[in-house]
């Protein structure tokens, strides 16, 4: 797509006016699930039922991310889009009308989220789709640092708001704004069109029934060995963690009070937003494969640095740099599948990309719990297994040290695994092996007519 026509810059403001829609659902999404997050744990004391909810929103989305990517290359996107808002909306007005009759429970919270799990798979390979038709492929480095931003600034806005807002106005309060927040964003989908993509795919393809094109993505990837190994790369990194991040909020507060610590995370969320802007100004490097693999490599190097010592001056510093570079390798990975698979069937693709990546997450999640609470933590306690080795000598003994030692642990594998980038030669090869798939949009008049029209056909961490 040439960006200097007519049809380019106008496209570009399509994906603006989506990109804004996101944004706001995306921190009235955060307002709830803090908010619920805190009910929680308010309303239990359990680490574990407070763990059980992210649970409860990673394997809907695993389970149904094919079926997701189907109904994206066979619908209309928009129209997709616009349900999977719809869906998320009902399951906020439905608790907002448990709690207001006091009939609210933990179990049912658990249902809501993996209604909204549902319905962020359902939009996810949409979304992602809609912007290869959107934005010419020279700038999807820069449309995905965008995204990255919404969610860099869902993650530094929405925590200290809830925060504020839960204990002034109530939780009743965050569910109305969380629901207007999705009415924002579907009247942002309303008021556009997307582009129907040309078909790279056969018309018996195209006939197969819907059960048989769910393995599409995966034969696809199959058949392209270097997206192939780079996602399990993906799926392995992201495995460690997962193992890593549920335990920083139990660290911290082990050493300060919750102000402090969401005072740390503001300043960690901080470098997020910051990761998002230069990802967005710049587009990332032209060789993006060197950005997901760098950006991850020093990302798992400054996670380390936050269980070294217990210091929360080294550790918001090296949450810092972390979640600087974060948006770096999503946004290259991205624009990397971008241009990599054909428009039509990024739906499929994307959707089986989604599921691979995230398939052990939940699994690390369960994981990190009782591998810190029964082996690590008592190890690292005065007297432990290890408190009078170099171990305990290097990161110290006591409360946290548990968690810091398998958090360095973690962030160790995490660099490790993303060294293979650079080590397998079909992934440090992808770019140049594989043809772009991301073809030049027409200028001419009928371009005009399927931009205008309602096409109808059928989303990291990385990956």
């Known amino acids: 797509m040439n960006s200097t026509t007519p049809a380019g810059p106008r496209r570009m403001r399509t994906f603006l006016t989506i990109w804004s829609g996101q944004l706001v659902s995306l921190i009235g999404s955060g307002l709830t699930s803090f908010a619920l997050g805190v009910w929680i744990y308010e309303q239990t004391g359990s680490v ?24 994206a290359d066979r619908y209309d996107r928009r ?10 909306a009902f399951s906020t007005v439905s608790m907002f009308a448990l709690f207001v009759t006091g009939n609210l429970q933990v179990w049912q919270i658990y249902v809501a989220t993996a209604l909204n799990a549902i319905a962020n798979t359902l939009q996810w390979p949409a979304y992602g789709a809609a912007v290869t038709m959107l934005v010419p492929k020279e700038h999807l480095g820069r449309a995905s640092g965008l995204t990255q931003a919404a969610q860099a600034i869902s993650e530094l806005v929405s925590p200290a708001a809830a925060g504020v807002l839960y204990v002034s106005i109530g939780m009743q309060a965050i569910f109305l704004i969380d629901f207007a927040t999705f009415l924002v964003s579907i009247a942002t989908l309303m008021a556009v069109r997307i582009p129907h993509p040309e078909r790279t795919t056969t018309d018996e393809e195209d006939k197969a029934s819907f059960f048989s094109q769910i393995s599409f993505g995966w034969k696809y990837l199959k058949a392209r060995r270097g997206l192939l190994y780079l996602l399990l790369v993906f799926a392995a990194a992201n495995f460690s963690a997962s193992l890593v991040f549920p335990l920083f909020g139990p660290m911290i507060l082990d050493q300060a009070s919750p102000d402090v610590y969401g005072f740390m995370g503001g300043v960690m969320g901080a470098g997020m937003v910051i990761g998002t802007l230069v990802m967005s100004a710049w587009g990332g490097p032209k060789r993006r494969i060197l950005g997901v693999a760098f950006g991850d490599i020093f990302a798992g190097l400054c996670l380390m640095l936050m269980g070294l010592r217990p210091s929360l001056a080294l550790i918001t510093a090296g949450g810092f740099f972390a979640m600087f570079a974060m948006p770096i390798t999503n946004g290259s990975s991205q624009a990397l599948w971008q241009s990599k698979v054909a428009a039509d069937v990024q739906g499929r693709v994307f959707a089986v990309r989604r599921m691979i990546a995230f398939s052990i997450i939940p699994i690390a999640n369960l994981l990190a719990g009782p591998l810190a609470d029964n082996i690590f933590t008592p190890a690292m306690m005065p007297g432990g297994a290890l408190a009078n080795t170099w171990v305990g000598q290097v990161i110290g003994v006591g409360p946290g040290r548990g968690a810091g030692l398998l958090i360095i642990l973690g962030s160790l594998a995490y660099s490790a695994f993303s060294t293979i980038h650079l080590i397998h030669p079909r992934i440090r090869r992808v770019e140049i092996e594989l043809p772009d798939a991301q073809p030049e949009a027409k200028t001419d008049s009928k371009e005009e007519t399927v931009e205008g029209g309602v096409p109808q056909r059928a989303v990291e961490a990385s990956g």
């Open 79 to 88: 129209l997709v889009m616009i349900l999977s808002d719809s869906l998320a």
């Open 48 to 71: 574990t039922q407070f763990a059980l909810n992210m649970v409860a929103f990673f394997v809907p989305g695993i389970l149904i991310a094919p079926f997701a990517g189907v109904i």
